[in-house]
């Protein structure tokens, strides 16, 4: 399986303490906006913590609300999920 880096964006929530971008590794768009900024992933109804626990997380948006634009192959030693890089809007 190939997968691509992505920059994921959003400008839903563009107030402080929001994130606006990010570059993510996924196998395609999909799951590219999949992804939250911090590490977050979408179960299909909320964002779900790196030990499985929902949250309740106004500083990204919902998946449907994020573009996603391929970038790139990633290198064998980067997996799926994967944050490289994020943009955060501290206020």
Request: glycine fraction near 10%.
């Amino acid at each position: 399986m190939t997968l691509y880096l992505w920059i994921i964006s959003q400008d839903k929530n563009d107030g402080y303490d929001t994130y606006d971008s990010a570059v993510v590794c996924a196998e395609n768009d999909v799951a590219a906006k999949s992804i939250h900024p911090n590490g977050y992933k979408w179960d299909g109804d909320e964002w779900i913590g790196t030990k499985f626990w929902r949250v309740h997380d106004g500083t990204w948006t919902h998946p449907g609300n994020v573009s996603a634009e391929r970038i790139g192959v990633a290198d064998a030693g980067v997996t799926a999920g994967s944050v490289l890089c994020s943009s955060f809007n501290a206020g």
